[in-house]
Nanobody, 118 residues
Framework: QVHVVESGGGLVQPGGSLRLSCAVSGMSFSSSLFVMGWYRQAPGKQRELVASIGSDGVVRYDGSVQGRFTVYKDDAENTLFLQMDNLQLEDTAVYYC??????????WGQGTQVTVSS
């Protein structure tokens, strides 16, 4: 079974930065064709895809984070990253990594909490 462990979240003031990591085990990035994405879910809201990156390196962002977030990956380490800059209050959520479309072969992990507060 493929497992993911998200980390890097925390408490940050508006305008601050965080880098999230998603360590994937049970699957090799270098031998797979798929899209990986970062999702987030705020209390009382639906989980939404905010950024994704394909095996070909093509990246996509939701309009709410475009220009502020950067998604990238390290194939050798089977790790997905999300660099978040200029964080805003609206970015507060639990962040998850998964395939895009989600749950094709990766079960949702615990996520990592990002809290932006002044």
């Amino acid at each position: 079974q493929v497992h993911v462990v998200e980390s890097g979240g925390g408490l940050v003031q508006p305008g601050g930065s965080l880098r999230l990591s998603c360590a994937v085990s049970g699957m090799s990035f270098s031998s797979s064709l798929f899209v990986m994405g970062w999702y987030r879910q705020a209390p009382g809201k639906q989980r939404e895809l905010v950024a994704s990156i394909g095996s070909d390196g093509v990246v996509r962002y939701d309009g709410s984070v475009q220009g502020r977030f950067t998604v990238y990956k390290d194939d050798a380490e089977n790790t997905l990253f999300l660099q978040m800059d200029n964080l805003q209050l609206e970015d507060t959520a639990v962040y998850y990594c998964n395939t895009d479309p989600a749950s094709k072969f990766i079960r949702w992990g615990q996520g990592t909490q990002v809290t932006v507060s002044s």
